[in-house]
């Protein structure tokens, strides 16, 4: 499946999407049990830059500041969005692979207009590209997708239970929102 790319606001501030897509071929050379989810991050316009240099990373975050405005979930050839108001709380997406985790969360000062994406993956660690800095970025996780969840702070406003292998997430992120400290 593949997703498509979020159209600019009418304002015409960058929104960049940061898909995460679970399934396909990453790898031909690795074989896989029929449990495991090969996983790559497309971050085609947002590059990203690993916490700790070394070939892998478990944490990496954008060069860019900006917020998630949206979350989009593809699952087999269903579809569903959640609109992110931007504000004083920041927000977080938890993709579980069984007892594994990739997290993507704002991290910053929405006060400051400095919030950054950072990615965590404290099981599995993905591939780094040259000097730790990539717009592409894969691993293998050993169990297949399970569920997404978008937290706004302390706010659940999703929780979704994967029914296909079949997944994508998409994650846009605008580069020129700045949050209000309601």
């Known amino acids: 499946m593949s997703a498509q790319t979020a159209a600019a606001k009418p304002t015409g501030e960058p929104v960049t999407p940061v898909i995460v897509k679970v399934g396909g071929d990453l790898d031909r050379d690795v074989d896989m049990s029929s449990t495991s989810s090969p996983v790559s991050i497309d971050s085609a316009s947002l590059p990203f830059a690993a916490t700790v240099a070394g070939p892998t990373w478990a944490s990496s975050v954008s060069t860019m500041p900006g917020r998630i405005i949206n979350l989009t979930i593809f699952d087999g050839s269903?579809?569903?969005?959640?609109?992110?108001?931007?504000?004083?709380?920041?927000?977080?997406?938890?993709?579980?692979?069984?007892?594994?985790?990739?997290?993507?969360?704002?991290?910053?000062?929405?006060?400051?207009?400095?919030?950054?994406?950072?990615?965590?993956?404290?099981?599995?660690?993905?591939?780094?590209?040259?000097n730790g800095d990539w717009t592409i970025s894969t691993t293998h996780f050993p169990n297949r997708i399970r569920n997404v969840t978008l937290m706004v702070g302390d706010t659940q406003k999703l929780n979704h239970e994967f029914e296909t292998e079949e997944a994508s997430v998409q994650i846009d992120f605008d580069l020129n929102t700045l949050g209000s400290t309601e």
């Open 78 to 130: 269903n579809k569903t969005a959640v609109t992110v108001n931007p504000g004083s709380e920041l927000t977080s997406v938890t993709i579980r692979f069984g007892p594994a985790r990739l997290i993507a969360m704002e991290s910053g000062v929405p006060a400051q207009n400095e919030v950054f994406l950072l990615f965590i993956s404290p099981e599995v660690p993905f591939r780094v590209g040259k």
